[in-house]
Nanobody
Framework: QVQLVESGGGLVQAGGSLRLSCAASGRAASSYSMGWFRQAPGKEREFVAGIDWRGISTYYADSVKGRFTISRDNAKNTVYLQMNSLKPEDTTVYYC???????????????WGQGTQVTVSS
């Protein structure tokens, strides 16, 4: 069992940056694949980025490739999502997720945080 708590959301102007953090606690949290998802009202959940337990291999959705960077610090049991060149269409709630499965690039995740709101103004 893993508990996840996101932070770092907020309001930013288009073209700006934000860094989301996700603190994981629980048994062997540092050995889990981690991911970031987002879901706007009335839309399907989108798998934004994933990272393997070592922090070496990553996955990005085409919509954020080149703008977002996922990373992790296993000593702190924390995963990050650095978001640059933000656009109004990036506005939504972002969720951190974890799973014991090593296939970090697949969107099926088992544990979820409560979400953090990101709002990008034009």
């Amino acid at each position: 069992q893993v508990q996840l708590v996101e932070s770092g959301g907020g309001l930013v102007q288009a073209g700006g940056s934000l860094r989301l953090s996700c603190a994981a606690s629980g048994r062997a949290a540092s050995s889990y694949s981690m991911g970031w998802f987002r879901q706007a009202p009335g839309k399907e959940r989108e798998f934004v980025a994933g990272i393997d337990w070592r922090g070496i291999s990553t996955y990005y959705a085409d919509s954020v490739k080149g703008r977002f960077t996922i990373s992790r610090d296993n000593a702190k049991n924390t995963v990050y999502l650095q978001m640059n060149s933000l656009k109004p269409e990036d506005t939504t709630v972002y969720y951190c997720a974890a799973k014991g499965d090593s296939r970090y690039y697949l969107p099926q995740y088992d544990y979820w945080g409560q979400g953090t709101q990101v709002t990008v103004s034009s």
